[in-house]
């Protein structure tokens, strides 16, 4: 009744002192953008939202879920499968196998973050939701309806019209007031242990951050040492020879920013295959170049090559980025740069 009445309007309401007001919201805030983060953490480090459901059933039931290969990892097992079939002394199932293997590593380092990350930045978040702010819900719905009895009673005063009655509200309200103002103390002292909630997110949070850190500089560092293993078969780099391509070689290059990012990790350089073609392409000379693999001429205007010979290159201005002038003699023609390997 006291609470109709006052949403209509016809009875006083008794309103919490500002302080407390202030702690409410802002034990509301953190609650609202505890969730959002611990949500859209969960996202981030699991995208598929049948996988998480999964998880979370077996969390409630207490078992463990099935471990299954992640993305990475199928990835790195269908490439050294396919690898293994073309076959490992080929240079293309060569390089399919050392990408298997790094993709299968970025897998284990991906399960290392996921599992890291939970421990220290999910599993706090979710404890305050899940317990310390239903305390503070709990006791909060008892101070609001210890106010709605105090408020009841003040009006029942109000209307007393007889002496006993008076003095019978008056005791009433001291009552009831008197449980009010231990509720309210309750909820503040709840109330202001948030500040050492955020405290204690904060240090989760540089946790998280770290987890994060050692998987990209793993990461990193599996596909520096890929591309250095990789360096023997520059093709893997390079856009595909039967497609023009507008990406420039230097893309191999990691940016800078990266590389100054960590200065604890070794800083990359293009790969000297493709520093040693943009040379030959900003000068008007002739280098010397090993072929890699037989490559057979699509056309006229192309030079069939054999593996391990050795010919002349050169750049014509205006050519396509992935192609050189090669020279055999009398006999001359394009020749994909993917497949040579300049000598000195």
């Not at 949500?39 to 299954?68: C, G, H, M, W």
């Not at 404890?127 to 408020?151: A, C, H, S, V």
């Not at 503040?188 to 904060?202: N, P, V």
Request: a negative charge.
């Amino acid at each position: 009744l006291q609470f109709t009445e006052e949403k209509l309007g016809q009875a006083e309401k008794t309103e919490l002192d500002a302080h407390l007001e202030n702690l409410l919201s802002k034990a509301e805030c953190t609650k609202l953008w505890t969730e959002k983060i611990m949500k859209q953490t969960e996202v981030l480090l699991q995208p598929n939202p049948n996988a998480r459901i999964e998880e979370f059933v077996y969390e409630k039931l207490d078992r463990k879920a099935p471990s299954r290969m992640n993305n990475p990892e199928l990835l790195g097992q269908y490439m050294i499968d396919a690898g293994n079939e073309f076959g490992p002394g080929t240079a293309y199932g060569n390089a399919l196998i050392k990408c298997g293997e790094t993709q299968k590593r970025i897998g284990t380092a991906d399960r290392e973050l996921i599992q890291t990350s939970a421990i220290n930045f999910l599993t706090p978040l979710r404890n305050f939701i899940e317990g310390d702010y239903k305390t503070i819900t709990k006791e909060r719905k008892l101070l609001q309806n210890k106010r709605l009895d105090l408020d009841a009673a003040k009006t029942r005063l109000k209307k007393a019209k007889v002496a006993e009655a008076r003095a019978a509200s008056e005791q009433e309200v001291r009552i009831t007031q008197s449980e009010f103002d231990r509720q309210a103390e309750i909820t503040r002292l709840l109330l202001e242990g948030i500040s050492s909630t955020h405290a204690h997110h904060l240090r989760c949070l540089n946790d998280f951050v770290e987890a994060q850190m050692t998987y990209y500089a793993q990461c990193y560092q599996y596909m520096l040492d890929l591309q250095k293993q990789l360096g023997s078969f520059p093709s893997t780099f390079l856009s595909n020879n039967n497609q023009s391509s507008t990406t420039p070689v230097q893309s191999v290059s990691t940016p800078s920013v990266l590389a100054s990012a960590s200065a604890s990790l070794p800083s990359v350089s293009n790969s000297v295959v493709t520093s040693g073609i943009s040379e030959l392409k900003s000068s008007s000379g002739s280098r010397k170049a090993r072929v890699l693999y037989d490559y057979d001429a699509a056309n006229s205007s192309e030079l069939s090559l054999l593996a391990d010979e050795v010919i002349t290159v050169y750049s014509i201005p205006g050519m396509d980025s992935d192609w050189l002038m090669g020279e055999r003699g009398n006999q001359k023609g394009k020749v994909p740069i993917t497949y040579l390997e300049l000598l000195n």
